[in-house]
């Protein structure tokens, strides 16, 4: 146990030092003297295209972008006349957003002429101001998505601009596509770093005269699509989510490719064939992904964009071992379960406390959820949401299964990442009776508790009743003695549209589904309680919703059996 400990600690303290290490290299290289301005990519003669940027715009936005409200992130700014850059930022989250230059898209969608003439108006502002000074739009993942935005959003930018517009636009988009390439190696690991070689990708394609670039961002982006993108297509952050957002720089990027007579990459056809069919893994019955590790509102016509590239349709499948996650599917009723360890330490800045968590659904009704992440205020919401509680699994004494860097100056040298969680899992899958069987246990409460929690479901071949059962047992001796640290809250959080109320037995409850199924939660022998929560991944923000709670010790009560049956189907 000691050599652990010293080798965690060993293990945090190289991380630590390391991102030091690359906030301080990308500090040097975003100041205004730093070479990299003037060599490293040459500065192009014209842009040859235009990639297809596949996210939708809303064009009501766009007038609201002309009569000077900013609204981003949940908090809305009126300028009163003047540049949205100059005014102070309500929020790091608006000053992301603002940077980042996504809102373009929705001047697209109106087409009218005020509106491109707007568009080159604020852009040409954030260039006479100097933005790229602004510490928010000098960080390299939101200086990618700026690059990547203006290149997709470039003839509604340069269309009726003058040649000293036009000019001083190229000298920018090099200038920040300089930087890009120089910080690259340097940026966190993780989704900014894929974003920025997305953003040098997009660029060498888009910019003419690059051949050099072409080369390095091709190599760039190929190395790192081999590292994010698991075998069985999910991203290594193990965030579903990410899977949506990907593929739409993904798919845009291989079409620039055909654009230009180029062969993709092999890892970039790989990578999007891998990450189509796990789209169908993720979701319910609804559409809606399920809630792990940092998911938050699925963004419904993103979702759909997506999914029309989609060319092997069909069920999905059942078994994501390389992403740590189990699908059971029958008669209607789908059941998703996290059994997978966290990421690794450098990639692990979303992940969740959520081991052997399950989120359940009947035909597009979801009854069982984890609490998931808000689409604005995540920074508000992080600690509470990344909580074993904040999952339908099992608590010990009130804990979490992971550790996290909270805050402090550990936190602003190197983010929020899970510095301590389960190590060993053991995954078992059958079938019994034509039945899906599936056993899963996690020693994320072992160095502290001395207790290793294994959970098991059993699907119905009708997909009529899920049964599961939670287990409690000493990792080292034979029994638990009462003297032990061994108190347990096994949550179900339900759908804030599903109506519980509790039986006369007290260990019953009756939900009820807003398409008028009706489904009995039961665990014999056990008092089960119906308290308050929340939900966090709801598009209208955080909802309060209920929760079923089964509490006890685990010298007392080690094995708690329980079963979702379905009562009555919805008349059709």
Not at 162 to 169: E, G, K, N, Q, V
Request: hydrophobic share 40%; aromatic share 8%.
């Amino acid at each position: 146990m000691a050599r652990n400990i010293y080798a965690d600690r060993g293990r945090l303290t190289r991380f630590v030092l390391d991102s030091a290490w690359r906030r301080l290299r990308t500090r040097l290289i975003a100041h205004r003297w730093y070479p990299w301005r003037s060599r490293s990519v040459a500065v192009p003669s014209r842009l040859i295209f235009a990639p297809h940027d596949l996210r939708t715009g809303d064009p009501t936005r766009a007038t609201e972008f002309y009569s000077g409200r900013f609204a981003f992130a949940g908090k809305a700014v009126l300028t009163d006349g003047a540049s949205p850059f100059e005014v102070d930022p309500p929020s790091r989250e608006w000053a992301e957003e603002l940077m980042a230059f996504g809102w373009l898209r929705h001047m697209q969608a109106a087409g009218t002429s005020i509106a491109r003439a707007n568009a080159r108006a604020l852009v040409g502002d954030w260039i006479t101001l100097r933005g790229h000074r602004a510490p928010v739009a000098l960080t390299p993942e939101i200086a990618a998505r700026r690059v990547i935005n203006w290149l997709s959003q470039a003839p509604l930018i340069l269309q009726d601009a003058d040649p000293a517009f036009h000019r001083r636009f190229i000298r920018s988009l090099t200038s920040q596509v300089r930087y890009l390439k120089r910080v690259v190696p340097h940026v966190r690991d993780g989704r900014p770093r894929l974003d920025c070689a997305l953003a040098l990708a997009f660029a060498s394609l888009c910019m003419a005269d690059q051949a050099r670039l072409i080369r390095f961002a091709q190599k760039r982006l190929s190395d790192e699509l081999d590292r994010q993108v698991l075998a069985d297509g999910g991203h290594v952050g193990r965030n579903p989510g990410l899977l949506t957002e990907l593929l739409l720089d993904l798919l845009p990027l291989r079409q620039s490719y055909g654009a230009r007579h180029l062969p993709p990459p092999p890892a970039l056809l790989n990578a999007i064939d891998r990450m189509m069919p796990m789209l169908r893994f993720f979701r319910h019955g609804d559409g809606v992904f399920a809630h792990f590790n940092g998911m938050g509102p699925t963004p419904a016509d993103w979702l759909a964009t997506v999914t029309a590239y989609d060319d092997a349709r069909g069920r999905p499948v059942s078994n994501a071992p390389y992403s740590g996650y189990q699908r059971m599917e029958a008669g209607g009723t789908v059941v998703i379960a996290d059994t997978g360890a966290p990421p690794p330490i450098a990639f692990s800045h979303e992940a969740h406390a959520g081991c052997l968590s399950f989120e359940l659904s009947s035909g597009r009704s979801r009854v069982v959820v984890n609490c998931g992440m808000p689409a604005t205020g995540r920074e508000k919401w992080r600690a509470v949401a990344r909580q074993t509680a904040a999952h339908s699994t099992a608590v010990i004494e009130d804990a979490s299964s992971c550790r996290f860097i909270a805050g402090g100056l550990l936190g602003r040298l190197c983010g929020s990442p899970v510095i301590e969680g389960p190590a060993e899992l053991h995954v078992d899958r059958g079938e019994r009776g034509g039945a899906d069987v599936l056993r899963a246990s996690h020693d994320g409460y072992v160095r502290r508790f001395d207790l290793v929690h294994q959970r098991s479901w059993r699907l119905s071949p009708d997909g009529l009743r899920l049964d599961g059962e939670d287990l409690f047992r000493i990792a080292q001796g034979e029994t638990i003695s009462p003297e032990h640290r061994d108190r347990y809250a096994i949550r179900f959080h339900l759908h804030p549209a599903v109506q519980p109320a509790r039986a006369a037995d007290g260990h019953t409850v009756i939900l009820r589904l807003p398409d008028g199924d009706q489904w009995a939660f039961t665990a014999p022998d056990h008092l089960v309680s119906i308290e308050e929560s929340i939900i966090f991944a709801s598009s209208s923000g955080p909802r309060s919703t209920g929760q079923l709670v089964i509490t006890g010790r685990a010298h007392i009560a080690a094995r708690v059996p329980w079963a979702f049956m379905r009562m009555r189907a919805a008349r059709v």
